[in-house]
């Protein structure tokens, strides 16, 4: 082991006690859980006309201040319909960053439409608006108001900013050079569940976002998402598009269009219910949790702890050190160090125009991407630390 | 109300007992359910790594004889994931019988495929492989070993049969009809889970199939689908391409393909290894229920009960009668008297090829659909009945 290895991994463990391996993240089933899960049983009604559906989908709206939210088989699906949502056709371009998790690119896919990378700032860890409106000047032009790639002679539709670890994107920056190109903002809200901009939640930024509650998120359902929408009109198509566009009727079997069957089952959903209401407890034992990694690491010269932008109140759902650009070679050595010591941590997601399907879309300059990516490691950030 | 409306609700009411509504079906959780999923639950592995995932997945093989069992997230996934494993593709056709449920047409389309309609015989409600072969020879032609479309001039890929109301195809004459057009046979076996064909369950009379515990299917998982699979190669491509592709090491994450949030959460399948301990019975009240149908309706003139065809013992699932063509006007005012007085009952689906979206694809001559469309009515077939 490197001196800097030893040195983060000793460190570590002061505050990480267990002698069990310690994972990234996990869930705390503390509360409701079981009361509500066997409840769902009991009512017979565990499947997505359930009762528990709708009462998670209040809940969340109540809870992020998001007018609607409709619930779904996990963010992938989210995403999947936000996209549509927005129009999103095949052959459209979508701008979403490099640095994010495969499902963004490959929901993007799903529609035949063309992932188009861009690049983040290592301030916000999400996409840099001012090079973005660069690029954008540089290889765009409107016509009839529609933003066209001048290179590929596509349209750009939507940008898909992630709140990566929950911290967020400075959404106003970003919605003014969406707006100026006439571009659709879908927030991938999957990671900050609990995390505010500007006094706002996330996901309330935009016409739509996505959230997440896959087993390694700060809430779960087992497997799970919701889209955000202050649209009554986007909320009850999302309704219609997750549940095969059945039109009502005593019996007949008419639908209205091509559909999917992506509705949250009510058994889900009980969890969810059990889950959000220990969400405000979750989010202020991961910012303590956060105090303490920044007191830790705050003489390091090699690193630094990420702390939330200055605009925003974050749910720290996973914790980050990023090394010094000196520092960068020790990447490997940290996590195998780490990893072999029974404290999990993992360096930030392959760039997405890396992977083998998607090296060929297009992209922008992606320095600080590329920069980040032998830099970025996440650190245990359980609840429960 | 007609008096043949009248005659089969007060039939209907000697074995119906219940004042309240009594639904088509409905589930039973009398076994481990609520142990399992507290189990689960507090196990913290509620998402798509943990145990019960496996279990399940294990006991589905086990109980259908079908070599490898993958789970999803509902029957759509597992569908549209037996497509894609057998091949189809874009522009692509796919036989679909006329007389199935949405799903599969959307399945189809999800791939940017064609849903091309084939007509089913009355004897099993499924496929009519005769009427099919006089129409391949008709409109194909094979170069090259790959079947085409003469009218079209695109592949006829594959041909999805369904095992309708739990009754299974003739899958015999079928195989020989695809075989001889080089067709890849999907089993759609959404509502056969415990019908079996000649001794062996359905679903494994093909290369890959699908299985759905929604709801109202003979078990649930609140919401869930599974792929069977006798090949080991197409087994492991199903897990890989429902889990987003992720090729595994200790930290990295780099992924192979374009792939899907589709495994079924561990909280889901806790509930179905549950529900799988108690199929057996389900299936054994289910059939002595249609044999009290069959019972009393066997005076009736004006319409028969559906029985199993001979070469298969069928979970009855969805119990129905047919009417006579000279009563098919009846249809409607049937459905509203028993709708009306506590017995729910339905249609079959509306025929694919009348929804708006799938309206100008490719179709065989569909006389038997068409007659039955009017004539079928499903009647309450809950185990507890």
Known sequence: MSSLSNKIV?????????????PLHAPIFEGNEIKYVTDCIESNFVSSVGEYV????????????????????????????????????????VLIPAMTFIA?????????????FIDVEERTLGVDSDK??????????????????????????AIVPMHTFGHPVDMD????????????????????????YKGKH?????????????????ITTGGGGAILTNDDKLAKKAKIITTT??????WNYNHSMIAYNYRMPALNAALGVAQLEKLPEFIKIKRELALKYKELFKDFTELKFYEEPSYAKSNYWLNVII???DFKNERDNILDATNSNGLMTRPVWALLNKQSMFKDMPSMNLDISNSLEKRVINIPSGAWL
Chains 1, 2 share one sequence.
């Not at 000793?10 to 310690?22: N, V």
């Not at 996330?202 to 700060?218: E, M, V």
């Open 54 to 93: 709708n009462r998670f989908e209040k809940d969340l709206a109540t809870f992020t201040g998001v007018k609607h939210a409709i619930v779904a088989v996990n963010g992938t699906a989210a995403l999947h319909i936000s996209l549509l949502l927005s129009d999103v056709k095949r052959d459209d371009e």
């Open 10 to 22: 000793s460190s570590l463990k002061t505050i990480i006690k267990s002698e069990e391996f310690t």
């Open 202 to 218: 996330t996901g309330n930024q935009s016409k739509i976002a996505a959230l997440s509650f896959n087993g390694n998120k700060i």
């Open 173 to 196: 920056k970003l919605n003014i050079v969406a707006n100026k190109f006439n571009i659709t903002v879908i927030e991938d809200a999957a990671e900050s569940l609990g995390s505010f």
């Open 132 to 157: 973005l409106e660069d690029y954008l000047n540089s290889i765009t032009e409107i016509r009839d108001g529609v933003c066209y790639n001048k290179n590929s002679n596509r349209v750009i539709k």
């Open 323 to 325: 090394l010094d650009k």
């Open 104 to 116: 963004t690119a490959n929901a993007v896919s799903y529609i035949g439409a063309t992932p188009h």
């Open 245 to 250: 566009a059945k039109i009502p009727h005593r």
